[in-house]
């Protein structure tokens, strides 16, 4: 997919109001182009007045640029109402006229003709072009740019039908090595909130993220979720790492704060961005969605953002691959009608910024245009991740249960790979085959040298013995070089591309043999 990655930032050196927007990706060499612009008083006047009328915090300022309080900017005659309009006509020609400003003062010039090559060379390949703004002012971080227009009557950037928008930053830590998942494995955790009912508020989001509207078979993606209600930092943790969760979904109030911001867990109990980066990453979790207030949202001082300082951003940064958070508060009515098309788009396998795009168009359709619960949500991608979350159906994906052999009654056990290294990981076997090595199209990924791409590969067969179906897992070698290990009564014996069968408790080694030890298991339901 064709890719177009665009960066904002200010010029200390030419005057605190002046900043250079430029092309840091593009689908063609002649596309990476730059310009110099200044942040028009008009468009701080706008952004000021946007905040007053929409924004649930204090307002953030646009460096030294003075605005003049109380003077309608907009052109348009807010004394004549419009027919069936239940809000003021002012507002409702707020967020366009904001859009259309935003749009203007970054598409302009060589910027914009970089923009339109870029989208019919997308539009060429039958493929939506993949837009990736990223901001390296901190003042400009609370901006809604998810409303950017062109003119009226045109689509947001956000709900365009041929551009998948979203945040970025190049100022990240490398990309994790990820897991190839067939269904969606959701880490649902519930904190302290005055205004939920946990015990309620958790049944409704459990059903709306495991419920879905099938489009047909075999086209929706098994979902399985484990709630937990105010856990401490330690219970998350452990949870963490003992599963391989790929999507972490927080509610509960949250707050800005200077390192990522700050989620109650508990009454007393508090996690900072940074310290829920450190698990996130290390457990290879690929999305955190966080229902919580303000996760978008920088931290500031006397009007003034701090840098780096929103959770999305500080998630991104040290390598979650992508973050979808709340600019400012958001109505539960709406944040459970965004969650449930957004579920069911990841469901139907559409990578995140594309459900995002599908779960926005919903918020826009309920709520209506004027109303800023679709500008609320804001999705980061990491600079190196093209969004996939779960498995094409073209993939050869084989999912429990619904590949189990039908009319056997039986529940069927469950086989996993478990790391014996004191921060290891558990991985959950497939029912068909199992891939391991040191790349990412792997469903087990080991990022060791001694490794190799390709190493090795754990199949499931079902044995009949009579009318009784057993589950059997053999490990297969592919190594380079025969680097695999099983411990038997002699000690560490080398696999050297052949068939082995497993038993359940047998201790294995991929590459070294000094490499770190796994333990096959089965576990009897």
Same mark, same amino acid.
């Given at each position: 997919m064709s890719c177009l990655n665009l960066a904002i930032a200010r010029l200390v050196n030419t005057g605190t109001d002046n900043f250079a927007i430029w092309v840091v990706k593009a689908p063609y060499p002649s596309g990476y182009v730059l310009r110099d612009c200044v942040f028009a008083t008009e468009l701080s006047q706008i952004w000021q007045e946007w905040q007053q009328m929409f924004a649930g915090h204090s307002p953030i300022d646009i460096g030294s640029l003075s605005t003049s309080p109380g003077v309608n900017t907009l052109p348009i005659n807010?004394?004549?109402?419009?027919?069936?309009?239940?809000?003021?006509?002012?507002?409702?020609?707020?967020?366009?006229?904001?859009?259309?400003?935003?749009?203007s003062w970054v598409f302009d010039g060589a910027i914009l003709g970089s923009l339109e090559r870029s989208r019919g060379m997308a539009m060429g390949q039958n493929k939506r072009l993949r837009f990736r703004l990223e901001i390296?002012?901190?003042?400009?971080?609370?901006?809604?740019?998810?409303?950017?227009?062109r003119e009226p009557g045109q689509s947001a950037i956000s709900l365009s039908q041929d551009i998948l928008f979203s945040r970025t930053t190049s100022e990240v830590e490398p990309l994790p090595n990820l897991r190839a998942d067939p269904a969606l494995n959701v880490l649902l955790v519930l904190g302290h909130d005055d205004n939920l009912e946990l015990e309620k508020e958790a049944a409704?989001?459990?059903?709306?993220?495991?419920?879905?509207?099938?489009?047909?078979?075999?086209?929706?993606?098994?979902?399985?979720?484990?709630?937990?209600?105010?856990?401490t930092p330690q219970q998350l943790i452990q949870e963490l790492e003992t599963k391989a969760y790929n999507v972490f979904f927080f509610a509960g109030h949250g707050l800005p704060a200077p390192d990522?911001?700050?989620?109650?867990?508990?009454?007393?109990?508090?996690?900072n961005?940074?310290?829920?980066?450190?698990?996130?990453?290390?457990?290879?979790?690929?999305?955190?969605?966080?229902?919580?207030?303000?996760?978008?949202?920088?931290?500031? &001082?006397?009007?003034?953002? &701090?840098?780096a300082s929103s959770l999305a951003e500080v998630l991104i940064r040290h390598g979650v691959p992508a973050v979808l958070a709340m600019r400012d508060e958001i109505a539960d009515q709406e944040s459970?009608?965004?969650?449930?098309?957004? /579920?069911? /788009?990841?469901?139907?396998?559409?990578?995140?910024?594309?459900?995002?795009?599908?779960?926005?168009?919903?918020?826009l359709t309920i709520y209506k245009f004027n109303q800023p619960a679709w500008t609320l949500p804001v999705l980061y991608l990491h600079p190196d991740f093209h969004g996939d979350l779960i498995k094409g159906i073209d993939e050869g994906v084989t999912e429990l249960p619904d590949t189990a052999i039908s009319g056997l009654g039986s529940p069927i056990p469950t086989a996993s790979l478990r790391s014996l290294s004191p921060e290891g990981k558990t991985w959950l076997l497939r029912s068909g085959v199992t891939r391991i090595g040191r790349t990412k199209d792997n469903d087990i990924i080991i990022p060791e040298l001694y490794v190799s791409k390709r190493h090795a590969e754990i199949l499931c067969r079902s044995i009949f013995t009579g009318t009784k179906s057993v589950q059997?897992?053999?490990?297969?070698?592919?190594?380079?070089?025969?680097?695999?290990?099983?411990?038997?009564?002699n000690g560490w014996q080398q696999i050297l591309r052949e068939e082995v069968p497993l038993r359940s408790g047998m201790h294995l080694k991929f590459g070294s /043999?000094?490499?770190?030890?796994?333990?096959?298991l089965i576990e009897e339901p």
């Open positions: 807010s004394s004549s109402p419009l027919v069936g309009q239940t809000t003021s006509p002012y507002s409702s020609r707020l967020m366009q006229y904001l859009g259309i400003s935003l749009w390296r002012d901190p003042d400009l971080i609370a901006l809604p740019w998810e409303i950017m227009q409704i989001l459990e059903k709306i993220l495991s419920e879905c509207s099938p489009s047909g078979k075999n086209s929706v993606s098994a979902c399985m979720v484990k709630t937990l209600l105010q856990p990522g911001g700050l989620l109650f867990l508990g009454t007393d109990m508090t996690l961005g940074i310290e829920l980066a450190q698990v996130l990453t290390r457990t290879g979790v690929k999305l955190g969605v966080f229902n919580a207030c303000w996760g978008a949202q920088p931290a500031t &001082i006397n009007q003034q953002a &701090i840098p459970h009608s965004f969650i449930q098309a957004f /579920a069911e /788009a990841l469901r139907s396998r559409k990578p995140i910024d594309e459900a995002v795009a599908a779960a926005r168009q919903e918020l059997t897992y053999y490990l297969q070698d592919f190594s380079t070089y025969g680097t695999t290990w099983c411990l038997g009564q /043999a000094k490499a770190e030890t796994w333990e096959f």
